[in-house]
C-alpha cells in the first residue's frame, strides 16, 4: 500500500488534501477505528440508559410505536397513530416512512435470532450508530480531499466533542434529526465534487430526502440554491450549479412525496411535503433552469433581478395556496397549547432562552470555525478557496437556523468539525514549538474551541445534588422545573422509568389515558392501552384538552374526563410537565394529585405500584 505523506494540516489544506483514488484502505484505516472509538464512547457512557431501555425523547417513543405499527400490518401510506385520540380517528402524523425503513429493516432482520423485544432494543442502538457512521463517513472524506490523513482522523474525532450533534445520534435515540444532519452533510459533499453536475445533484437529492423526512430542512435548502445562485452571479465555473440542483431538488421531492406519501392526502399542510412545496420547488425549478440557460451574458445586476422576481413569484405562490402557513407550521395550535406546550419545549426555543452553558457550546465553537474558514479562504487558491467559501456560507446560515431554533444546532455543530479540526492541527503544531507558558495558553485556545461548556459541566456535575436525572449530555430544562413540593429538580420523562414503572397498569383492562403529553408515548410502548394526546401537534384538539384537564379545578376536571371516556388517569411527579401543571394552577387536577389529595371519583389501581408513575382509575 502506498505510504500517505503526513503533513501539517496547513499545508495538506493549501494543497487540496489527498486524493481518495488508490488510497482507499489509508482513508478506510483513519476512519474505522475513529468510527468504533466514537461509537464505543457513546454505547460506554449510556449503558445506563441501554440497560433500563430509556427514550431520550417522547418522539423516540412514538417512532417506535409507528414501526411497531407498520410491521403490525398498517398501511405503508396510513401514518396515523391510531393509539392516541381514539375516539377521533387518531392522529395523522407528518412523520416519514423514509426514517421508519432502516429501524424496521433492523427489526425484521434480528428477530428471529433475537425475537421481538431484543430486536428492537438493537434497532435502537444500531440505527443511530448507523447514523453516526454515516456522518461521521461524509465528512471525513471531504476532510481527506481537504486537509489530508490527520485531518480526517480530527475531524472524526471532533464529532465526539459536539454535544449538540452527540444529542442526536445517541444510542437509543430513533427520531429523524440524525438523518437530518446525514442528508444535509451529503449536500454538502456535492458543493465538492469537480463534475458540477453530479455533485449538484448529489445536493439536491440530499436536500430532497431532508425535506421529504421534516420541511425543517427548508431554510438549509435555500441557503444551499443561495450558494448556487452567487456562482451564477459571479460567472464562476460552477454557475450551472444552481439549475443542477434546483432541478435536482423538484424531481427528487415530487419522486419521494409519491413513493412515501402516496396521493391519497392532497391537502395543503404547513408541516409536511405537500402540493403546495412541490408546486412552489418546481416553479422555482423550472425557473432557475431558464435564467441560467438564457441568462448567461446578463451583468449582475440583471441576474439578482431575476432571482429575486423568481423568489417573490415563488412566495406570493406559496402564501396564495396556502394562507394559513403564514403563521407556521404551527398553526393548529390553540394559545393554551402553545403557551403550556409549545413555548416550554427548549430545543424548539431560540439561543436567548437557553442556559447560558448550553448557548456557550452552541454559539463558541462555530465562531472559531469561522476564523478558521477565514484563514483556509485567505490561504487558498482557485477551486479550494471557492469551496471554503461556499462552506462557510452553509455554515453561516445553518448557525444563523440554530441561532432561531437551537435543536438545528445539530447540523451547525457537525459542520464545525472540518475546520475546527484544521485549527486544532495548527494550533497543537504551534504548541509543540512554543515554551510552557505559551503551550499552555494554545491548549487552553484549543479547549475553548472545541468543548468551551466542559468546566461549567464537570462543575455541575460534582456540585450535583439529590436525585437528578440527565437526558444524554445536556438537558435544558424549561421554566418551572422546581417540583410542586421540596427543592428536588426535575428533567425529563427518564425519570418516570415507564418500561419498569408501568406493570400495574399494564395488568389493568384497555382504556383510555389521560396522561401527562409527555409520558403518553411510553405508555403506549409499554402497555396495551390508548392514550388522549401525546406532545405531537397535529393532535393539537386533544392537547388543549389534556392541558385543560389537568390545569381545571376538580369538578370541571372530572367533566372532561368523562366527557372524553377515559379510564385513567397517569402522571410522573419528576417531570417538567408536572411541575409546570402544579405551578400554573395548584388547585388545578394535576397540583391536587401532586400534592396527595385525590378526588373520590379517582381510585389508585390495586396491588402495589411504582412511586415514579403515579395511575389513578376512574371510578365514576
Sequence with gaps: MKQVPLKPAGDQASRGGLPL???????????????????????????????????????????????????????????????????????????????????????????????????????????????????????????????????????????????????????????????????????????????????????????????????????????????????????????????HYMAALASGSLLLFSLLRGFGDLAQHCDQMSPVQLTVLSV????????????????????????????????????GMAPQCRSGSFDMLSPTVRHMWYDQVAEGLPIWQQFPVWSLQICLPPLFAFFSL????????????????????????????????????????????????????????????????????????????????????????????GNTERTGIYTNRPPGTEAASGNQLVWSVWTCHIDESAHALSEQPSGLILAGLDIAPELLVATHHTALASGHHRGARAMDTVIHAFLSPLNQAHAIIRGQKAQYVALCPLTAESAIYARVAPQGLAGQLLAGHVPGWLAPLPGPQDARLKVWRVVR
Design 21 to 243: 483514488a488508490g488510497q482507499w484502505p489509508a482513508f478506510l484505516a483513519r476512519l474505522i477505528p475513529a468510527f468504533l472509538l466514537v461509537a464505543a464512547l457513546l454505547l460506554l457512557t449510556n449503558i445506563r440508559a441501554i440497560i433500563e431501555h430509556r427514550f431520550p425523547d417522547p418522539d423516540d417513543a412514538l417512532r417506535l410505536l409507528e414501526v411497531r405499527d407498520w410491521l403490525g400490518g398498517q398501511g405503508w401510506f396510513d401514518l396515523t397513530q391510531h393509539r392516541l385520540d381514539p375516539l377521533h380517528g387518531g392522529v395523522v402524523m407528518h412523520w416519514s416512512r423514509l426514517v421508519d425503513m432502516p429501524l424496521a429493516g433492523t427489526i425484521l432482520l434480528l428477530r428471529p435470532l433475537l425475537g421481538a423485544d431484543g430486536a428492537e432494543l438493537a434497532a435502537r442502538i444500531l440505527v443511530p450508530m448507523l447514523t453516526l457512521g454515516v456522518v461521521m463517513a461524509l465528512l471525513a472524506r471531504i476532510a481527506w480531499l481537504r486537509l489530508g490523513a490527520r485531518g480526517t482522523t480530527m475531524t472524526c474525532l471532533l464529532l465526539m466533542m459536539s454535544p449538540p450533534f452527540v444529542t442526536q445520534i445517541l444510542p437509543m435515540r430513533i427520531d429523524h434529526h440524525g438523518w437530518q444532519v446525514a442528508c444535509a452533510v451529503l449536500a454538502l459533499s456535492g458543493l465538492l465534487a469537480r463534475r458540477i453536475a453530479l455533485g449538484a445533484w448529489l445536493a439536491g437529492l440530499g436536500m430532497a430526502a431532508s425535506l421529504e423526512i421534516s420541511v425543517e430542512g427548508l431554510p438549509l435548502a435555500a441557503i444551499f440554491a443561495a450558494v448556487g445562485a452567487l456562482r451564477w452571479f459571479r460567472n464562476e465555473p460552477g454557475r450551472f450549479w444552481l439549475a
Design 284 to 319: 422555482a425549478a423550472l425557473g432557475s433552469v431558464a435564467a441560467t440557460a438564457l441568462g448567461q451574458r446578463w451583468p449582475i445586476w440583471g441576474r439578482v433581478v431575476v432571482l429575486g422576481a423568481l423568489g417573490a413569484v415563488a412566495g406570493a405562490l406559496y402564501l
Design 374 to 465: 477565514w484563514c483556509l479562504i485567505r490561504e487558498g487558491h482557485g477551486a479550494m478557496r471557492l469551496f471554503w467559501r461556499d462552506y462557510a456560507l452553509v455554515l453561516a446560515g445553518a448557525q444563523a437556523v440554530a441561532l432561531l431554533v437551537v435543536r438545528a444546532a445539530s447540523l451547525s455543530s457537525a459542520l464545525t468539525a472540518i475546520p475546527l479540526a484544521w485549527l486544532v492541527l495548527r494550533w497543537f503544531n504551534r504548541a509543540q514549538d512554543s515554551a510552557v507558558l505559551p503551550r499552555i495558553g494554545w491548549f487552553v485556545a484549543i479547549a475553548l474551541a472545541v468543548e468551551p461548556s466542559a468546566p461549567f459541566t464537570l462543575y455541575g456535575q460534582s456540585s450535583q445534588q
